[in-house]
């Protein structure tokens, strides 16, 4: 098949919650849909998900925007795409800029199985239809309010609940929380702000029970995280370091972590993700679906990868009422018995609400061969 021509939605939804974390607080979720049209007039969507800051990794959306439109959609300029696995190597010359070649790549793997009649988890292994989610929650210092909000996640059915921690914010909310809830799946996220120096207040996480520690230090400290695996009971999970199969092989090598969050736009794409579940699974490292705040193009595209059932942590792929008041496809997510449905459809499973997009976001073609 031949991409012939590719658009897109520039989209900003508001959150029904500000959601704050140790790098920023966050109010609206601004991300495109990149809709990819073949030879045939079929159509495949992809979500570009990186936030407006530089803070949770290096890339941005403008500078996204800038990597897909100037680099990478060149690239597919008159090229006979056989299977989605040839473009994670056909992007290969473009150094970085994984969410930019996820965006294009993911929406290229959706446009591949609508062509060929299937659900994309059918080139997935051993799948399921419902898959156990789980729910994070911001840095909410009142600690009452934060107490009433997980009663009412629990309440909901939400399998596993991450806190999002920093210096300061820490300790006392995590016992707060386990006072209430003693037999709560608990992990914690830092994204990356602690050091090295905090090992000794680190180490008092282990008194909690807690199914893991994500990201305590920084994105290029695989050491640092390794010496902490050794002085600490609980499993460490590194999110922010990993961006390629061989980060994991480091991390493993080290012993930097004993869990991985994989997200599929911070590594590339499908292909990329694929192959670092196949690492996991080999070498007995846990590994579960994280998030990026997604609408239901990305949120689809993780229920579907989710359905393998080497995935038996939580993630994080909440209902589309969790973060939004409305979404921008025809039949959001919703959450029952702790549990949502990976959607039947051809592809990813979804189809783009015209009225939402028309309220929320802004159409323009990017490339026509």
Same mark, same amino acid.
């Given at each position: 098949? *031949?991409?012939?021509?590719?658009?897109?939605?520039?989209?900003?939804?508001?959150?029904?919650?500000?959601?704050?974390?140790?790098?920023?607080?966050?109010?609206?979720?601004?991300?495109?849909?990149?809709?990819?049209?073949?030879?045939?007039?079929?159509?495949?969507?992809? /979500?570009?998900?990186?936030? /407006?800051?530089?803070?949770?990794? /290096? *890339?941005?959306?403008?500078?996204?925007?800038?990597?897909?439109?100037?680099? &990478?959609?060149?690239?597919?300029?008159?090229?006979?795409?056989?299977?989605? !696995?040839?473009? $994670?190597?056909?992007?290969? *010359?473009?150094?970085?800029?994984?969410?930019?070649?996820?965006?294009?790549?993911?929406?290229?793997?959706?446009?591949?199985?609508?062509?060929? +009649?299937? %659900?994309?988890?059918?080139?997935?292994?051993?799948?399921?239809?419902?898959?156990?989610?789980? #729910? %994070? #929650?911001?840095?909410?210092?009142? &600690?009452? !309010?934060?107490?009433?909000?997980?009663?009412?996640?629990?309440?909901?059915?939400?399998?596993?609940?991450?806190? !999002?921690?920093?210096?300061?914010?820490?300790?006392?909310?995590?016992? $707060?929380?386990?006072?209430?809830?003693?037999?709560?799946?608990?992990?914690?996220?830092?994204?990356?702000?602690?050091?090295?120096?905090?090992?000794?207040?680190?180490?008092?996480?282990?008194?909690?029970?807690?199914?893991?520690?994500?990201?305590?230090?920084?994105?290029?400290?695989?050491?640092?995280? $390794?010496?902490?695996?050794?002085?600490? !009971?609980?499993?460490?999970?590194?999110?922010?370091?990993?961006?390629?199969?061989?980060?994991?092989?480091? $991390?493993?090598?080290?012993?930097?972590?004993?869990?991985?969050? &994989?997200?599929?736009?911070? #590594? +590339?794409?499908?292909? *990329?993700?694929?192959?670092? #579940? +196949?690492?996991?699974?080999?070498?007995?490292?846990?590994?579960?679906?994280?998030?990026?705040?997604?609408?239901?193009?990305?949120?689809?595209?993780?229920?579907?990868?989710?359905?393998?059932?080497?995935?038996?942590?939580?993630?994080?792929?909440?209902?589309?009422?969790?973060?939004?008041?409305?979404?921008?496809?025809?039949?959001?997510?919703?959450?029952?018995?702790?549990?949502?449905?990976?959607?039947?459809?051809?592809?990813?499973?979804?189809?783009?609400?015209? /009225?939402? &997009?028309?309220?929320?976001?802004?159409?323009?073609?990017?490339?026509?061969?």
């Amino acid at each position: 098949m *031949e991409i012939h021509r590719i658009d897109r939605y520039r989209v900003r939804l508001p959150l029904r919650i500000p959601f704050e974390t140790s790098y920023g607080r966050l109010t609206e979720k601004a991300f495109d849909i990149l809709v990819v049209t073949d030879d045939q007039g079929n159509q495949g969507i992809g /979500e570009l998900v990186p936030f /407006e800051q530089p803070d949770y990794i /290096e *890339e941005t959306i403008e500078t996204a925007r800038i990597m897909i439109e100037n680099y &990478l959609i060149p690239l597919l300029k008159d090229v006979d795409i056989r299977h989605p !696995k040839e473009i $994670a190597l056909l992007f290969d *010359e473009v150094k970085g800029n994984y969410m930019a070649k996820s965006s294009l790549e993911t929406a290229i793997w959706d446009l591949y199985a609508k062509r060929e +009649g299937n %659900s994309l988890k059918t080139y997935f292994e051993d799948t399921r239809t419902q898959i156990p989610v789980g #729910v %994070s #929650v911001g840095i909410q210092t009142d &600690l009452t !309010k934060l107490i009433t909000q997980i009663t009412q996640y629990v309440a909901l059915g939400y399998q596993r609940i991450k806190l !999002k921690i920093r210096p300061g914010y820490d300790l006392k909310p995590i016992e $707060a929380i386990r006072h209430r809830f003693p037999d709560l799946t608990l992990m914690v996220d830092a994204n990356s702000a602690y050091t090295i120096n905090d090992m000794s207040h680190l180490k008092q996480f282990d008194d909690y029970d807690l199914a893991m520690i994500e990201q305590p230090f920084a994105a290029n400290d695989f050491l640092d995280h $390794a010496q902490l695996q050794k002085e600490i !009971k609980t499993d460490i999970c590194l999110d922010e370091n990993i961006r390629t199969l061989k980060d994991c092989e480091l $991390a493993y090598a080290l012993g930097s972590c004993r869990s991985i969050n &994989l997200k599929i736009p911070r #590594v +590339g794409g499908i292909t *990329e993700a694929l192959k670092i #579940v +196949g690492f996991c699974k080999e070498k007995n490292l846990q590994v579960w679906l994280g998030g990026m705040f997604e609408s239901g193009v990305g949120r689809a595209l993780n229920l579907q990868f989710a359905s393998q059932k080497v995935f038996t942590f939580p993630g994080d792929i909440s209902a589309s009422d969790r973060y939004y008041y409305e979404d921008i496809i025809t039949n959001p997510f919703v959450i029952e018995n702790g549990e949502i449905a990976v959607p039947d459809g051809l592809g990813i499973g979804v189809t783009l609400s015209k /009225e939402a &997009l028309a309220k929320y976001g802004l159409y323009e073609t990017i490339s026509t061969n």
